[in-house]
């Protein structure tokens, strides 16, 4: 029996994320939506070029293959576009082979308002505006930045790397430290060392991946073949002794990554460049930096780190 759409891990992504439309879009501003709609058009067998949240995307729907019987997870498309200009978009998700077939085109308008419809627990798209409309509403959103698209088609390996203050918790532990300085923070952690935080905006992205990571534990004991996709690691710049506040709220909720860090402020680039994720989620827009400029960084404007006036 598949899988309710309350139970599965939906993600919703904008053209913007999933292809590079960086042509189409000087259009636009160059010229207006007339001629944008012209442009498409006259472009509609015209294959788009992959862009950032691709690998990804890719990526994550071949869960489906692993599990067709329960199709646990699913991709929504949610555009500004029309659906008249939005049968380029489609055209090249199907050149591609990607299984997405809902979508909600909103003809210039924000899509943010219809991610909990679509039971979405991520939108990823490179309209800021979006982004900080859905955190603003208390939907899970995050600004997709330009980076190289690596084709690395070799495994099926998913990686998947998140901050944790401000990402998969609240910043409650972030507000301590702004207001305060290191040895505060600190002292503030251990004596909460006990008590989990609350969730944060992706803290339901980070519990179904969870969820997904268990059915596959499930497979390997049935399977010892089964070679398990899905990797997650947390890599945070907390360090000892703020560190333990992070395993008890992963406890507390019944999850856990697959790798942890604590960089004590180390330049985070260090390790993703090891760990090569398919994208990376911060919600301090200063971490989100890689020397070689190959991994997908996604941007969280949640919380006292990007407090807004």
């Known amino acids: 029996m598949p899988y309710p759409i309350e139970r599965k891990l939906v993600i919703a992504v904008s053209s913007?994320?999933?292809?590079?439309?960086?042509?189409?879009?000087?259009?636009?501003?160059?010229?207006?939506?007339?001629?944008?709609?012209?442009?498409?058009?006259e472009n509609l067998d015209k294959i788009l070029e992959k862009g950032p949240a691709f690998p990804f995307i890719k990526r994550f729907l071949n869960l489906?293959?692993?599990?067709?019987?329960?199709?646990?997870?699913?991709?929504?498309?949610?555009?500004?576009?029309?659906?008249?200009?939005?049968k380029r978009v489609f055209r090249s998700i199907s050149h591609y082979g990607l299984n997405i077939t809902r979508a909600a085109f909103m003809e210039g308008r924000s899509p943010y308002e219809y991610i909990?419809?679509?039971?979405?627990?991520?939108?990823?798209?490179?309209n800021e505006g979006d982004v900080l409309s859905a955190i603003d509403a208390g939907y899970p959103a995050?600004?997709?930045?330009?980076s190289k698209v690596v084709n690395d088609d070799s495994d099926e390996e998913l990686r998947i790397a998140f901050d944790f203050d401000g990402v998969i918790a609240d910043d409650e532990s972030e507000t301590v430290f702004k207001d305060g300085d290191l040895p505060d923070f600190h002292q503030h952690e251990t004596d909460k060392s006990h008590i989990p935080h609350k969730p944060g905006p992706l803290a339901d992205l980070f519990k179904k991946l969870a969820f997904l990571q268990k059915l596959e534990e499930r497979e390997k004991v049935r399977d010892g073949e089964y070679k398990q996709?899905?990797?997650t690691a947390i890599v945070t710049a907390r360090n000892a002794p703020s560190?333990?506040?992070?395993?008890?709220?992963?406890?507390?909720?019944?999850?856990?990554?697959?790798?942890?860090?604590?960089l004590g402020g180390m330049v985070k680039d260090r390790i993703l460049s090891r760990l090569q994720p398919h994208m990376f989620f911060d919600d301090q827009r200063s971490h989100l930096e890689s020397e070689a400029g190959d991994i997908p960084m996604v941007h969280i404007p949640f919380g006292i780190a990007n407090k807004r006036h």
């Open 142 to 146: 995050g600004i997709v930045l330009p």
């Open 116 to 126: 909990p419809a679509f039971n979405a627990s991520l939108f990823l798209t490179a």
């Open 243 to 262: 560190h333990e506040r992070v395993i008890t709220t992963l406890e507390d909720w019944g999850v856990s990554a697959n790798e942890t860090f604590f």
């Open 64 to 86: 489906n293959n692993r599990f067709q019987k329960q199709q646990p997870v699913e991709v929504v498309l949610l555009s500004r576009n029309s659906a008249a200009t939005g």
């Open 16 to 41: 913007s994320a999933l292809f590079d439309l960086s042509e189409s879009h000087a259009v636009y501003v160059e010229s207006g939506p007339k001629e944008y709609k012209k442009f498409q058009e």
């Open 229 to 231: 996709i899905i990797r």
